[in-house]
């Protein structure tokens, strides 16, 4: 890990032209201008875990940590700082802490997958590329993400050949031999980067092969809680196998709700103790371990269990995973709704928890094909949501696997990337480095656009990324929606599972408490206060995206990756001043005003054309799993529902 964070000085010294050398502990002088030094937890007991000090000693610097991850991020912080300042003398003495002691990827597998379509698939070989997921790890580390959970139905098969029913794997011995290769080899590399690592499965799924082989079972999504004690057994003995057999794997985790649908809350809870926690208990060495919160019905027994169960210590409690308003994170920061009914308040209340700490699931659902950067929306999150209950964060989709980049007209001149992950660089350093460090400036994100494109114009990109797409929060907050296929913002798709009509618009209610619907605005005589009226939001988006516009359209450069960059952004800011005339047109249909809502709509319609010629430059059509019929998808193919609502106001 320090030799990790060591390169990244050597890399930014050498930007400016200062040549150095990395020095072994065992060969150092004391003389060395940057030193590190792993403390025991009563030399300094302001360090806490992941944490550094750096301190300036005459010419040279002094890092100090009680682990290894926090010596790495201070060196990363010493490399950043010379690379913001261009210099080493001006390296600022600091103590960090991190805010949270969990920051998740959720990273869904391709192999027995929670959902099969072609943009999940096309990831089936890149995902068992260690080359892949060295780069993957490598972005982690930088970004100081230091948990990858790794999400299937029944990964188990993959990883061992369980002792007592050989046949639940497909595999041969040579492959499963290959499987074991490419599972150990992803743990200890996440290891060697601080990053714990953690299999999630589905309760009472079992594999194809055990159904064959076994005669019961359902290895589909929905098995209508389908169990014996033969199952309860495989389940058991497979838990500890795995735990055995792979020393550098965390934890794992378990996901209630799908095959369980049916079951009461008891049902669940008692299945769960006497085969995944019986499991855990019976391998041969502690574990971590993520419960998810409660797909459907109570969520008080999963809490009763998880405070009875003894598997968390003080030091570790268990982490009980929670999907912040659904399967729709960007959208409010406020806690409206969550599965399982209400806000699974049951979770820390009444008394506060004990044994565990909550994780918000940020799920993306929202945003595949552009780029996406709001570092004021994550803060706000963080600290309205950041309360001692809390542990930590999860990022990552359902229905986007970061691997293979699906979405990006192949050899194009804007590519200089090999994953998706690499391209949506932005997303994953402010969501790490926020949740690691909230107080982390917007000058840091400048910095890296301006390591990775020449110009100097990092301080207008993050700002521009910052107006722009709030578009995202603004019109998921302006919906209702549940699942991950209720609402699609980057496309304006809604609950239908289709385009936004303006009779949605004009009958939504928004899920954003501060936000007041159209048919509540009426002729817009009522004083509602504080709340956002829908023209105080029209004007909302039509003053950022326009100011979005006006500084990437100042921007001129020849680097083919920051105008795709660039590119993104007026996507986002067409698409907001598209909604914003297209509330306003709403507004005015509401009111009666014929005339205005032509005049608007027909403004609403010129920026879809806009969003459509600016994307489609670039962005292929490519599978989109909330359409039904599995077809191609791209916002040109809502051009005719935007032309013919353009005629259908004309015809009120």
Known sequence: MEIFGAAKIVNALQK????????????????????????????DAEIKKEGYRIRKAGNSFKISAIDESGAMYGLMDIAEQIEMQKKLKSIEEKLVNPRFGFRAIKYNLPWHSYRENESLQA????????????????????????????????????????????????????????????WTALFRMAKERGIETYILNWNIIVSKSFVENYGEGNSGLWADGKTSPQIEQYTRESVTQVINEYPDLTGLGITLGEAMQKWEGEQMTDWIEKTIFAGVKAANRKTKFIYRAALSGGHQPHRDLIDRSGLDTPENPMIVELKFNWSHGHSTTTLVKAHGKGTGKEYWTNPAPTHHKMAWMIRNEDFFRLRWGEPDFIREHI???????????????????????????????????????????????????????????????????????????????????????????????????????????????????????LDEVINSKPIEPNFVSIKDYGDGSQNFGIKVNPLQL????????????????????????????????????????YFAEKIRTAVALNQN???????????????????????DAHIQPSHLAIIEDNSHWHWKIFQDEVDAEVDWVKNQ
């Open 383 to 501: 600290k309205v949501n950041g309360q001692d209950y809390v542990g930590g964060y999860f990022i990552g989709s359902e229905c986007l696997i970061p691997a293979k980049d699906i979405y990006h007209k192949p050899n194009h001149p804007h590519i200089n990337w090999k994953y998706e992950f690499e391209k949506q660089w932005l997303y994953y350093q402010q969501w790490g480095r926020l949740l690691y460090d909230p107080t982390t400036s917007d000058a840091v994100f400048a910095n890296s656009f301006d390591q990775r494109f020449t110009g100097n114009t990092g301080s207008q990109m993050v700002e521009a990324y910052k107006l722009s797409t709030r578009t995202t929060q603004r019109i998921a907050q302006s919906f209702d929606f549940t699942w991950d296929h209720s609402f699609y913002t980057e496309g304006f798709i809604g609950k239908k599972r289709t385009f936004i009509t």
């Open 123 to 182: 990831n089936d070989e890149l995902s068992k590329d260690l080359n892949m997921w060295r780069d993957f790890l490598d972005m982690m580390a930088e970004n100081r993400l230091n948990a990858l959970t790794l999400w299937g139905l029944h990964p188990f098969p993959y990883m061992i050949k369980a002792k007592n029913f050989p046949k639940a794997t497909p595999f041969t011995d040579a492959e499963l031999a290959e499987w074991k290769t490419f």
């Open 593 to 615: 005003k014929k005339s205005d809502a032509i005049t608007y709509i027909i403004e609403a319609q010129k920026y879809w054309r806009k969003l459509v010629s600016i994307t």
């Open 16 to 43: 400016i032209k200062i040549t150095s050398q990395l020095v072994d502990k065992a060969s150092a002088t004391g003389k060395e201008q940057v030193q590190v030094k792993i403390l025991n937890k009563n030399e």
């Open 538 to 577: 029209a004007a909302a988006l039509e003053t950022d995206n326009q100011q979005a516009l006006n500084i990437v359209n100042s921007i001129s450069t020849s680097d083919g990756t920051l105008k795709c960059e660039i590119e993104d952004v007026k996507a986002w800011a067409y698409l907001g001043l």
